[in-house]
T-cell receptor
Framework: DQQVKQNSPSLSVQEGRISILNCDYT??????FLWYKKYPAEGPTFLIS?????DKNEDGRFTVFLNKSAKHLSLHIVPSQPGDSAVYFC??????????FGKGTLLTVNP | GAGVSQSPSNKVTEKGKDVELRCDPI?????LYWYRQRLGQGLEFLIY????????KSGLPSDRFSAERTGESVSTLTIQRTQQEDSAVYLC?????????????FGDGTRLSIL
């Protein structure tokens, strides 16, 4: 019973183009949403987050969009760079202090 | 260093042995979390600490798993009588306060392989 789904195991984009990573969740009680980036043999690194009272949060090249009615969030990276190549995890949290992670999407940005 | 440190980075052991995994969080971080990542899967929450207290142990996979934290600092995750399904990367994270609204800072994990 996956509460957080990242339906694309992998995504390949050209350098300079937009990368869009998607995440769906099932529980409407979740109220905080985060994206983490992970390189091989390293721990996840926090990228950007959004609370349920917002529908968009932007930080440089990274923007997270939240659609609460659809229980969907997305991460946009523009322009994409080869150094962005990594596994991206979405994570959702609520009042129980626990983060639930998706299985991740491997992003490859080709030069 | 200033980040979360985990040791050992790799551990290979025989089925049935006990293992102890260590996490040194960022100094001053009250909250500490343990996760497990099996091959091809997302991070699976195991347990969290607020200070030295772990109020909710329901995420631990079985009674072979236990965790403790002392001095509001170092934490150890112990797996007794290891089984092959325990093979995974075990990740520790810490944050200044116990809230999902603060990003968790992760260590690089311990890769545990049970033969």
């Amino acid at each position: 019973d996956q509460q957080v789904k990242q339906n694309s195991p992998s995504l390949s984009v050209q350098e300079g183009r937009i990368s869009i990573l998607n995440c769906d969740y099932t529980n409407s009680m979740f109220d905080y949403f985060l994206w983490y980036k992970k390189y091989p043999a390293e721990g996840p690194t926090f990228l950007i987050s959004i609370s349920s009272i917002k529908d968009k949060n932007e930080d440089g090249r990274f923007t997270v969009f939240l659609n609460k009615s659809a229980k969907h969030l997305s991460l946009h990276i523009v322009p994409s760079q080869p150094g962005d190549s990594a596994v991206y995890f979405c994570a959702v949290g609520g009042s129980n202090y626990k983060l639930t992670f998706g299985k991740g999407t491997l992003l490859t940005v080709n030069p | 260093g200033a980040g979360v440190s985990q040791s050992p980075s790799n551990k290979v052991t025989e089925k049935g042995k006990d293992v102890e995994l260590r996490c040194d969080p960022i100094s001053g971080h009250t909250a500490l979390y343990w996760y497990r990542q099996r091959l091809g899967q997302g991070l699976e929450f195991l347990i969290y600490f607020q200070g030295n207290s772990a109020p909710d142990k329901s995420g631990l996979p079985s009674d072979r798993f236990s965790a403790e934290r002392t001095g509001e600092s170092v934490s150890t995750l112990t797996i007794q009588r290891t089984q092959q399904e325990d093979s995974a990367v075990y990740l520790c994270a810490s944050s200044p306060m116990l809230t999902v609204a603060q990003p968790q800072h992760f260590g690089d994990g311990t890769r545990l392989s049970i033969l």
